[in-house]
């Protein structure tokens, strides 16, 4: 039988075909199951009413009863919005609407009383209610509703103006309740529901929208989101098993001459501990049989480049071609330039493939990649594309930043008949419990350890009132050989403001940093690629002394003799960003510096940020204070996972659970891998299910 939740909300009473489109639109309801699974974000006591005279600006919801008059239609020719009072017996409010004028126009009568229920702001000094959701007050209803306890739904304006605010929507849920309750079925075996004391999905589900208590909330909250979070580590766990078992991949059980001759004559340095143990993790893993699937972390800095190159010999030695994919064209050509440099007079052919190669240095990159004579490829995305075609593509680097999408590395995968081995490096560390979701299928390798001799990087905040004492510092930096970066924020909505920011900011430079004692450089996004190269080349050869930027140096870019970051209005930067810019210093033996500028004003976050970045060099630290202050969603890439749509659970708050449940996972799936157990039968199920509603980029790293 048709399971009664896969039905199309557009049956349930009291949803046309109007209010069908909108939630869907709005809230992404399509099914009945969907709404059921769109929880209130808080509670308020709906036997309570409040008096106008207890309205405040807390972000609290408030319920009045009273009345509606003076509603005023504001605009000469064409209404503009509408302004009413609402009056109980201690005082009057202010209500505005802006849109369904003409419907808001005639719908209240003056002798009626309303109950009212909204969230107030402040208009001209006074309170006030904009779309509030309004009903008219019946006593009868009241006494036949036991219900104290009332959810709030997230509602988006223009669902308001349809009648689908949050009691709108609350009325639906009802409906559907009365209609499916019985229904509800259990995803979770017997078993596991005592041993974690969880209370039963259907009285969760009730509770979550009609609590019959308050202490039922939270037990129902946290039913829904062990499940949530049980069932997604399932499916990692599930898909990792299935990667290591099922997908063929290359083996390289040679060590030939490339990696020997390298790390005999090339190697300009003694590899760190940790680089070794990656090394040979990943050695082991591209020799076993199975395509490799692996994230590299390691903080900025820490030597992630060299451990790629060195992968990367093992796949020549075994007669493969690879490819490495950086963010950036700026990121792909250091690293073309330093692999080539390493690489000194090895016998490797190595080219560059940007979105600004000319086409007819393109042909014989082609050509090349199909005779498989060109051996390393780098590049920035243009390596997707269809025309790049290998002989034997048989190892990819992707060092991605999180700025590549999954469904562009997917194309990767296919360059070959057996897919390559794939390695992503991360230089931002990300979280654990954010790497268990969306790295959760990977294996992943850590590089804990910095080269020696470098010295930690010397973080400090100044306000701008303190311009003159860093502008002497630079000067006693630069007399001492050192290099500077000056770094500008860049926001993508405004380029041209950002481009005058820093034109501005330049300016002042050259004028506190005269010629021809200071040498400066310049570089920003809207450069063409040559005029790039030719200022970072000069930066990068000591030319310069000071390299002032916008963000497109954030990533990779490596002179070790520049030993001083400046951040300018460093406030608006994220946590991560910034611990990217500072890594570009650091690299040398001497004594770094990062000092982050900002106005006198700054937000309460802005202030955290940068008493985080003085207090700690770790970017584990950061990341997961990142990950506290602004929540998953908007940590880079994150959101094209689609991993993280997460119904309740929250990765930020739950990382308890995040762990709790992985622990679980692990133990379900080592006694009953496919779950075929009787007892595994109802999680089996909810699996299939929950697969096929999603379609889960898992399996692609
Ligand atoms: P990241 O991990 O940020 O990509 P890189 O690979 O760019 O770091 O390395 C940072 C710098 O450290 C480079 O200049 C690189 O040559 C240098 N480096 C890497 N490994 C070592 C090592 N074992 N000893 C000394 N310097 C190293
Ligand atoms: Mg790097």
Redesign the pocket.
Known sequence: MRNIFETPVVYLKGVGPRKAELLKKELNIVSFDDLLNCFPFRYVDKSKIYKVSEVTTDTTWFQLKGKISKLKPVGDKRMKYITASFTDESGTIGLVWFRGLSWIKNAFATNKEYILFGKPSIFKNSFNFVHPEIEEFDPMQENVSGQRLEGVYSSTENLKNNGLGSRGISKLMRRLLNQAADSIYETLPDQLISHFKLIPRKTALLNIHFPETTGIIEKAIHRLKFEELLFLQLQILQQKTFLQDRIPGQVFDKVGNYLNDFYAKHL?????NA?KRVIKEIRLDMKSGKQMNRLLQ?D???????VALMNMLIALDNGFQCCLMAPTEILATQHFNSIKKMLGKMDVRIALLTGSTKKAARKPIHAELLDGSLQILIGTHALIEETVRFKNLGFVVIDEQHRFGVAQRAKLWKKNTTPPHVLVMT?TPIPRTLAMTLYGNLDVSIIDEM??GRKAIKTLHFWETKRLRVIGFIREQIKQGRQIYIVYPLIKESEKLDLKNLNDGFENIIRDFPLPEYQVSVLHGRMKPEDKDFEMKRFVEGKTDIMVSTTVIEV?V?V?NASVMIIENAERFGLSQLHQLR?RVG?GAEQSYCILMSGNKLSAEGRKRLEIMVKTNDGFEISEADLQLRGPGDIQGTKQSGLLDFKIANLAKDGELIAKTRRVAEHILSKDPKLSAVENKLMKQQLLKIQKEKTYFGRIS
Do not use: C, N, Y
Not at 268 to 272: G, R
Not at 300 to 306: D, M
């Open positions: 300009p340095f003694e590899l760190t680089q390691g900025v800095g820490s030597g992630k480049t060299l230089a080269p020696p990779g490596d070790s890594g690299r």
